[in-house]
C-alpha cells in the first residue's frame, strides 16, 4: 500500500538501504532514519525518485510491483541488472569448483550451456503461453504483430523473442491441434454410445454459414465416478445450395474419421430442416429437438398473436424514446431520484431471442410509474403513454414467461445430464405454468395455447422421441416414479429397459462391438491377479470367459431366461431404492452403486449421452463482436474448425469466455440471470406436487 502524503518534507529524510540488502532493487528504496543513522521505522520504506511511502513486511515484492507500475524505466534497467547479477551467480557457483587452468574452457562452457538452459526454458513457457492465450481465449494467430502486445511481452520479459505469426499458423497451432485430437481420439475408442449435437450457424461479416458437430458421451473415471464429457469435433463451411446432401456427406465423413460411425444413437439439432434431414438420411435413431430452440419457438408464435405484438411495438417505441432522448433519459433519472429507486436505464429487446423481450417487460413495469411521471410532462408525447390493460397485459406476460427464464437458467446452470430432466419440466410446465386460468386475460390465455401447443407436439412428434425421454427419466433416481405416465405406461418403460438391457448383453456376448473392461466394471479378483490380467493381454476365448462370468452368461435359451430374470431383479431392486433429492447428483448416486447394478448402468450409457439442448458456436464470430472477433471474422473456413476445435477440446473445464452478445444459450440477458441459489425454490414450486408430480 502507498501512501503519498510524507510526514516531513522529503528534503529532510535520509534515506539508507537494507543493512542485508542483496537485491539491486534497494538502489531504488531506503528506510527513513534519524541523526545518528539508525533507521527509524522498518515497516515503512521510501522511494527515491517519488519519495512515496510503502508498507515493507520483509520482501521486495511490494518494491519491484511499485516500480513496475510507476516507473517503467528504473523497473527495466532492475531487470536488466537481475539478468546481469544472474550470470555473475552461475559464475560464481562454478568458480567455487576451482579448476585448473588446462579445465578453464569446458568451465566457462558449462556455465554458458546451464545459463542457455534456463533462457531456453523462459522463452519455451512463455510461448507456451502465447499457444494457450490464441487456442483457449479465442485469439486470432495475427495478435502476435500487434504492437502493444509485444510491447506486453518486452514488460513481462525483455529478453524474450516472440515468434513469427508464420511460427505459431504452420507449425505451434497445428502441433497442438494434433496432440488434442489424439487425446480426443482415444476418449473415442472407449466408447459405447455416443450422442451429436449440430449447430447451423451463420458469420455475417464473413457471409458463409457453418455447421458445428460435437460429440456426447457418458464414461467413467479411473475412480469409477460416471460423468458426461462433450468433445467439439468439426466445423465446415455449407454452401447455399444443396445444403442437405452437403451435411450428410460431412457428417458421414466426420463418423468414419472420428470412429463413431457404429456407436451414434442421438442426435440433438435445431429448428434447421436441413440438419434434420442430414440426420434422417444417416438413419440417426433418435433426433432430438433442443429444448431451447423449442421454447423459443413457441414464446416467439405467442408474440406474433395481433393483440401481442402491436404491445409489444409500443413498448419497443418507449423504449426507444427513453434511449435516445437525452432529456427524456434526465428526466428519468431524476424522477428515480424521487422517488427513492434504484437509476438504471430501460433495456431494449432483441426480437429474435424470447429472453430479451422479457427483461424489456420487466424493466418497464418496475418503472411504470416513473415513465409516467416523465411523459406526463411532456405534452409531446403522450401517445407514447400505454393504458391500463396493456400494463396488465405487460404483467401477464412477465408472470407468464417467468417460469421459462427460470426453467431455462436451471437447465443452463446443471451439471448433471439434462436429458432425463425434459419430460418433468415439459409436465410442470404444461400443468401449472400453461394451465388457463378463469380470471386471466384474453391474450394471455391465447399466448397460453400457442405455447403449450408447440411444445406438445413436438416432443411427441414421435413415438419413439416420447419412449426415449420417458425412458431417460425413469433412469433418473430423482424422477424414477414417472408420476405424469399412467401404470400401463410406466409398464412400457420397464420392459424398454429390460429390453435394451438384454440386447446389449446379446451383442456383448457376440463380440458385435468392442467392449472395455474397465468400463462401469466393479471388480471381485485379487489384488494380484488384476496386475496379471493388466500385464498379459489375455486371449479372446478368456475374455468371452470372463465377461460370461460378470453377466452370468451360458449358452441357448437358459442364457436368455438368466438374462431377463437378472435384469428383472436389478430393475426391481433400483425402484425399491429411496428417491434422490432434487438437487442431489444422480452420477454420483451411480457411480456410488455400480457394484449392486452391473447392467442398468450400461443403458444409462445410451440413454445419457444425448443432450437436452446444444450450444452457440456462433460466439465465436458474433455481429456486435469486439475488435479481436473483427479481425477473427477474416478466418478461412479450414482455420475456422481448427480455431473452435481448440477452443472447445483445450480449455480443460475452464469457464468459457462471456458471451459477445450479452444473451445466453436460451436468450437470456446477462444482466436477468437468474440466481442459482433460487433453483432450490424452483423445485420447491414446481416439483413437490404431490398428486401429479415428483414426491
Not at 502507498?2 to 538502489?27: I, Q
Not at 430501460?346 to 416513473?370: H, N
Request: charged share 25%; hydrophobic share 40%; aromatic share 10%.
Amino acid at each position: 500500500m502507498e501512501n503519498k502524503s510524507l510526514e516531513g518534507s522529503p528534503s529532510d529524510l535520509k534515506l539508507v538501504a537494507h543493512p542485508r540488502a542483496k537485491s539491486k532493487v534497494w538502489k531504488y528504496f531506503g528506510f527513513d532514519t534519524n541523526a545518528e543513522g539508525c533507521i527509524l521505522q522498518w515497516k515503512k520504506i521510501y522511494c527515491r525518485i517519488c519519495m512515496a511511502q510503502i508498507a515493507y513486511s520483509g520482501n521486495t515484492s511490494n518494491l519491484s510491483y511499485h516500480l513496475e507500475k510507476n516507473h517503467p524505466d528504473e523497473f527495466c534497467e532492475f531487470v536488466k541488472s537481475n539478468t546481469e547479477q544472474m550470470r555473475e551467480a552461475f559464475a560464481t557457483a562454478f568458480s567455487k569448483i576451482k579448476p585448473e587452468s588446462s579445465q578453464q574452457v569446458v568451465q566457462d562452457s558449462l556455465i554458458m550451456k546451464t545459463y542457455q538452459n534456463y533462457e531456453n526454458k523462459k522463452h519455451q513457457e512463455l510461448t507456451s503461453a502465447v499457444i494457450s492465450l490464441i487456442c483457449e481465449g479465442m485469439y486470432p494467430a495475427s495478435i502476435v504483430d500487434e504492437p502493444t502486445f509485444k510491447a506486453l511481452l518486452r514488460t513481462a520479459d525483455p529478453r524474450y523473442e516472440l515468434p513469427s505469426r508464420k511460427y505459431f499458423c504452420t507449425k505451434a497451432i497445428p502441433e497442438k491441434y494434433n496432440a488434442i485430437r489424439e487425446i480426443v481420439l482415444k476418449e473415442l475408442t472407449e466408447v459405447l454410445w455416443c450422442g451429436i449435437s449440430t449447430d447451423m450457424w451463420r458469420s455475417e461479416n464473413q457471409n458463409r454459414s457453418y455447421v458445428t458437430v460435437a460429440v456426447h458421451f457418458l464414461s467413467s473415471s479411473a475412480a469409477n465416478c460416471l460423468a458426461v464429457n462433450s468433445r467439439c469435433l468439426k466445423t465446415f463451411e455449407v454452401p447455399e445450395d444443396n445444403t442437405a446432401e452437403t451435411i450428410t456427406r460431412v457428417l458421414y465423413e466426420t463418423f468414419i474419421e472420428w470412429g463413431i460411425n457404429t456407436k451414434v444413437f442421438g442426435a440433438t439439432t435445431d429448428y434447421s430442416k436441413d440438419i434434420v434431414k442430414a440426420c434422417s438420411l444417416l438413419d440417426i435413431p433418435v433426433q432430438m429437438p433442443c429444448l431451447g430452440h423449442t421454447f423459443n419457438a413457441g414464446i416467439q408464435q405467442a408474440f406474433q398473436l395481433p393483440k401481442l405484438c402491436s404491445l409489444l411495438a409500443r413498448c419497443r417505441k418507449l423504449v426507444e424514446y427513453f434511449q435516445q432522448s437525452t432529456v427524456a433519459m434526465y428526466m428519468l433519472s431524476e424522477k428515480q431520484k424521487q422517488q427513492n429507486i434504484l437509476h438504471c436505464m430501460l433495456v431494449s429487446d432483441r426480437v429474435s431471442w424470447w429472453g430479451s423481450t422479457l427483461a424489456m417487460l420487466q424493466r418497464l413495469k418496475e418503472q411504470q410509474f416513473v415513465i409516467a411521471a416523465v411523459l406526463v410532462e411532456d405534452s409531446n408525447n403522450h401517445h407514447l403513454m400505454l393504458e391500463a390493460s396493456e400494463w396488465n397485459t405487460i404483467e401477464g406476460l412477465v408472470e407468464l414467461l417467468q417460469p421459462f427464464k427460470q426453467v431455462a437458467e436451471m437447465m443452463s446452470a446443471s451439471k448433471y445430464p439434462t436429458i432425463s430432466m425434459v419430460k418433468p419440466l415439459l409436465h410442470m410446465l404444461l400443468n401449472t405454468t400453461l394451465n388457463i386460468k378463469e380470471n386471466d386475460l384474453k391474450e394471455i390465455s391465447m399466448a397460453k395455447e400457442v405455447i403449450a401447443k408447440e411444445l406438445s407436439t413436438t416432443y411427441q412428434h414421435t413415438p419413439e422421441i416420447d419412449m426415449f425421454l420417458n425412458v431417460a427419466t425413469f433412469l433418473d433416481p430423482r424422477y424414477k416414479k414417472l408420476p405424469f405416465l399412467s401404470a400401463f405406461e410406466r409398464q412400457q418403460v420397464e420392459n424398454r429397459v429390460v429390453e435394451e438391457a438384454k440386447s446389449l448383453l446379446e451383442k456383448v456376448k457376440e463380440n458385435t462391438f468392442r467392449t472395455e473392461e474397465k468400463f462401469f466394471t466393479v471388480s471381485e479378483e485379487p489384488p494380484v491377479k488384476k496386475i496379471i490380467i493388466s500385464s498379459t493381454p489375455p486371449p479372446t476365448s478368456v475374455i468371452n470367459n470372463m465377461l460370461a462370468e460378470i453377466f452370468c452368461q451360458t449358452g441357448g435359451v437358459e442364457d436368455q431366461e438368466e438374462w431377463h430374470a437378472q435384469i428383472v431383479e436389478e430393475l426391481s431392486n433400483f425402484k425399491s431404492q429411496k428417491v434422490l433429492g432434487l438437487n442431489e447428483d444422480p452420477l454420483k448416486w451411480w457411480s456410488d452403486r455400480l457394484a449392486l447394478f452391473p447392467v442398468l448402468p450400461k443403458v444409462l450409457q445410451k440413454y445419457w449421452c444425448i443432450l437436452a439442448t446444444r450450444v452457440f458456436p456462433e460466439r465465436l464470430f458474433g455481429s456486435s463482436a469486439n475488435v479481436v472477433s473483427a479481425k477473427r471474422n477474416r478466418l478461412a473456413p479450414a482455420h475456422v474448425d481448427e480455431q473452435i476445435f481448440l477452443y472447445e477440446n483445450s480449455r480443460n473445464g475452464s469457464e468459457a469466455e462471456p458471451e459477445d452478445e450479452d444473451e445466453g444459450e436460451w436468450g437470456l440477458e446477462q444482466e436477468q440471470i437468474f440466481n442459482l441459489n433460487d433453483s432450490v425454490n424452483v423445485n420447491n414450486n414446481f416439483f413437490n406436487i404431490r398428486d401429479s408430480g415428483f414426491v
